[in-house]
């Protein structure tokens, strides 16, 4: 998923099989309501942003799993990410949608403030028991227009060798995270690193030290904000963090991390498969730590949504909500997680989840208070998200103080 931090692609090889049984099992589909009497329709089409050959095939033949389920071929089609927002809107314009259509989370608002989408509750699917946060991704003006078969978010994965031996404990709060970063540095490695990159993804790494301390892209130039800055910055001083953070993406990170330059970072469970086949590597997830003991992270959602276009074909639309039903159902979630190493996005499946792949359990429990993006901002988050990362840079670059810098940011979020 690409949230925009969309992670490389994610293989789902061995998912079909048991999509197929699940499908056979549950009709798969069940979960939409009346007037999907729809006999005329054999066939309908979805697009995506999955263009890497082997992502696109396998996805393909996940959507034909669950288009069989319910009657229909799906011809599916994909677009590169840069290019699926502005195709969906020239095409919405031109009234030509496809008639299943995946969202990153972030884009869903723009989308549906055209009145190109159809709520969800048109055709009765079950969207209980996902968790608050992860429903609010697909929702607008307080209708659900798109679901998220899984999401995903950050936590501190960190080296349990390198820990060990310098007698550090797992950080939870902030200044437990200095301490350790501080014990854990040595000639050759930094004890912290995070991607704080000039684009989304510094942003994204960002979001968890700025909500936890109560801050807001409401007003980003507040206290709260500044101190969770500040708290970067004197990583960096301290010569805990690298400067290069400033360029790393979070792949980057990552090889820091596999290759013992870092023992903790900030990043994904979309890393987990890398980090399996890292020899003598040992490791270990927890939360994000927090600003004060007891505090519970409140990390961003990444993940995509399914979505039902406004096509001027009921039959068309209430077709294409029984396959996004079939994608959403409890069981596929749990497949799907299993193989992408992402979080299902109802609670009780998820939960489940955790005890079976225990490298999950902290990417599970921050996704029960995690966050949309945009759920303050709406379509106005990307000139927020703009002000944040260059606040990022100005600040450990030292051209600006934190609060300087986050001024700065609040006129880019509001355009002043």
Not at 120 to 135: K, N, P, R
Not at 246 to 272: E, S, Y
Not at 384 to 389: D, E, F, K, L, N
Request: proline fraction near 6%.
């Amino acid at each position: 998923m690409f949230s925009p931090v969309r992670p490389p692609a994610r293989r789902i090889s061995a998912l079909f099989a048991s999509v197929a049984l699940v499908l056979a099992a549950t009709g798969c589909g069940g979960g939409t309501g009346g007037g999907s009497a729809t006999g005329k329709v054999t066939s309908i089409t979805a697009l995506d942003y999955y263009t890497d050959a082997t992502e696109h095939s396998q996805w393909g033949k996940l959507l034909t799993a669950c288009g069989k389920g319910v009657g229909v071929k799906v011809e599916h089609t994909s677009v590169p990410g840069a290019s699926l927002v502005p195709k969906v809107l020239q095409r919405a314009s031109s009234r030509t949608l496809p008639d299943l259509l995946m969202l990153d989370n972030p884009d869903l608002q723009q989308i549906a403030q055209t009145g190109a989408l159809t709520p969800l509750d048109e055709y009765g699917i079950d969207s209980s028991g996902f968790a608050e946060g992860i429903l609010s991704t697909g929702t607008y003006q307080r209708k659900v227009y798109g679901l998220a078969p899984t999401v995903s978010t950050v936590a501190l994965v960190y080296n349990k060798d390198m820990l060990a031996e310098a007698g550090v404990a797992v950080p939870r709060t902030w200044d437990e995270l200095k301490a350790a970063a501080a014990k854990l540095t040595r000639p050759g490695r930094y004890g912290m690193a995070v991607d704080a990159n000039a684009t989304f993804e510094g942003t994204w790494q960002f979001l968890p030290f700025l909500w936890s301390n109560g801050g807001d892209e409401k007003q980003l130039d507040t206290p709260q904000a500044a101190q969770a800055l500040q708290l970067w910055v004197d990583l960096v001083k301290s010569g805990s963090m690298s400067k290069s953070v400033l360029n790393w993406t979070q792949a980057d990170v990552h090889d820091q991390f596999v290759a013992g330059k870092a023992a903790m970072m900030v990043n994904g469970p979309w890393r987990i498969p890398a980090l399996n086949q890292a020899k003598n590597l040992h490791w270990a997830v927890a939360p994000v730590p927090v600003p004060r003991a007891g505090q519970a992270p409140v990390t961003p959602l990444g993940g995509e949504v399914w979505t039902v276009p406004q096509t001027g074909s009921k039959a068309r639309q209430e077709k294409a909500a029984q396959v996004l039903a079939c994608l959403n159902d409890s069981k596929n979630m749990l497949n799907l997680a299993e193989q992408y190493f992402t979080v299902p996005s109802r609670t009780a499946v998820a939960s489940q989840y955790a005890e079976q792949v225990p490298s999950m359990a902290a990417f599970v429990k921050s996704a029960e208070g995690a966050r949309a993006r945009t759920r303050e901002l709406g379509v106005k988050w990307p000139k927020a998200a703009t002000g944040i990362y260059t606040a990022i840079q100005s600040a450990l670059t030292g051209e600006q103080t934190p609060e300087e810098a986050l001024k700065d940011a609040q006129r880019i979020a509001t355009g002043s």
